[in-house]
């Protein structure tokens, strides 16, 4: 029986393995995963579980009694080492090594480490660990500094904003969001921190941090003191190929795979997730994405081309995600940031902000857009863009739909 | 027939289900999905596992 191991136990992984078993392979199916938990998922980690709202059954991707009905066998605590292509072997850190005969790789994405490092009382935000040792701190009094307004970075504010904590974000841009939505709807975005009391420290980077827990201080280079009981840093994640660099597979910012998700020159390696720099055909252009969504669609993806290897599809969606920040459900469609233009339909102000931003460039299509508090806009929008609808027509549909009943 | 299930308090409005199976999910004015079929027939099965999935909040499911 072909055996399909599959390296890496987060989303990716994890849909990989149930979507071989839906598209109808019986092979003897492995999935590995460097963390001895069993598989859980990211985004409440951020949010909900790092609120204390949710626990650790309520993120849990794949039990152990749903891996035994798949059929799937788990090997977790188990890091990946060293993947021997042309002997079809996998080498964990443990000694042991895996023969395969297809590898699915979905080690994933770490969050860049800190470069101000310290004894303790400074977090990053990745895997459940990370999530549960800030958890921990916040549950202490004193203020905390959050270095990165991204997304990550406005979430966990957001997070210790609820809890009662004293928050302030800091960024070397003067509009972080701005990379993703354009500045001036970036300043939206800033806006949303201030109306909460959540005070911004943007355009100013970080000089150092020194002290520990409970009593560290954080200096800008500007010269600002900012004392903080806790720090989080929040300034990106770098995919986890390093074990790749002697596979031979092309590695460059994640690895380089074709349009149906397979290794360049390798076609017995499939890459999702967001290890995968692969080639979207939409686009013409390689890609590495780090969203939720394009993980749970190239593992289909992969998983369809696994089992059916006459029939191959492409990986070629429209972006998607979305955030959860203090009362706004932020979901973001298509490419604004490549966008020159911008229509805002609705309103990203006040309390009971409702809104979409509809983004065009030079070709007159829809884009991108951006909602706040509107999913009806954004499945609205998300056709639209698959569709390739013009800029004006897209305005008018979202702007003819029927006010909410209540605010979301 | 596989029957279709859909949790309305847990669905967040995220909308990945549409994208994938349009003609068994929308969603309402409200943000809310709206199942537009109670069954669908075997043959249809594994798109629409995989569009129930994609939900990232678990909110849908296909029974048997």
């Given at each position: 029986m072909p055996t399909v191991v599959v390296v890496g136990s987060s989303v990716a992984g994890v849909r990989t393995v149930q979507a071989l078993r839906s598209a109808g392979s019986t092979d003897r199916v492995v999935l590995v995963g460097e963390e001895s938990e069993l598989p859980y998922d990211k985004p409440?980690?951020?949010?909900q579980f790092l609120a204390g709202s949710w626990d650790t059954e309520k993120i849990r991707l794949l039990t152990a009694e749903q891996a035994t009905e798949l059929d799937v066998e788990l090997r977790l605590g188990a890091a990946a080492e060293r993947l021997d292509v042309a002997g079809r072997q996998l080498h964990l850190a443990d000694g042991s090594a895996l023969d395969f005969d297809v590898v699915v790789l979905a080690t994933g994405a770490a969050a860049r480490?800190?470069?101000?490092?310290?004894?303790?009382?400074v977090h990053v935000v990745r895997t459940l660990a990370d999530a549960r040792a800030l958890r921990a701190d916040l549950a202490d009094d004193g203020p905390v500094v959050v270095v990165g307004g991204g997304f990550i970075g406005a979430e966990v504010a957001a997070t210790a904003h609820a809890l009662g904590r004293t928050v302030t974000v800091v960024d070397p841009l003067p509009t972080p969001i701005g990379r993703v939505v354009g500045d001036e709807v970036g300043e939206h975005f800033t806006a949303l921190h201030h109306r909460h009391g959540v005070r911004t420290c943007f355009g100013t980077g970080v000089e150092s941090i020194s002290g520990a827990v409970g009593d560290l201080t954080v200096t800008l280079t500007d010269g600002t003191s900012l004392p903080a009981a806790t720090v989080v840093v929040g300034i990106g994640a770098v995919p986890?190929?390093?074990?790749?660099?002697?596979?031979?597979?092309?590695?460059?910012?994640g690895v380089t795979c074709d349009q149906h998700c397979r290794a360049v020159d390798s076609p017995d390696v499939y890459v999702v997730g967001d290890l995968a720099r692969w080639y979207h055909p939409g686009h013409e252009e390689h890609l590495r994405v780090e969203h939720w969504t394009n993980a749970v669609d190239s593992a289909v993806v992969a998983a369809h081309n696994i089992a059916h290897p006459d029939d191959l599809r492409a990986h070629a969606p429209v972006e998607y995600v979305w955030s959860d920040q203090y009362d706004w459900r932020i979901q973001i469609v298509g490419r604004p940031a490549r966008a020159t233009r911008h229509e805002l339909v609705g309103s990203l102000d006040g309390d009971t902000a409702r809104g979409a931003v509809l983004y065009t460039d030079?070709?007159?299509?829809?884009?991108g857009a951006v909602t706040v508090n509107w999913p009806k806009a954004l499945v609205t929008c998300r056709r639209l863009v698959s569709a390739g609808a013009g800029f004006a027509d897209a305005v008018a549909q979202v702007g003819a739909l029927p006010p909410a009943r209540a605010a979301a | 027939m596989p029957r279709l299930t859909a949790d309305h308090e847990a669905c967040?409005?995220?909308?990945?289900c549409i994208t994938g199976a349009p003609d068994v999910y929308d969603i309402d004015d409200d943000g809310v999905v709206v199942l537009l079929k109670d069954e669908i027939p075997d043959s249809d099965r594994a798109r629409v596992e995989e569009a129930a999935r994609s939900c990232p909040v678990s909110a849908l499911a296909v029974e048997d």
């Open positions: 409440p980690l951020s949010k480490p800190s470069p101000w490092p310290v004894g303790s009382g986890n190929d390093g074990w790749l660099a002697t596979s031979g597979l092309l590695v460059e910012n030079d070709g007159g299509r829809l884009r | 967040q409005g995220y909308g990945n």
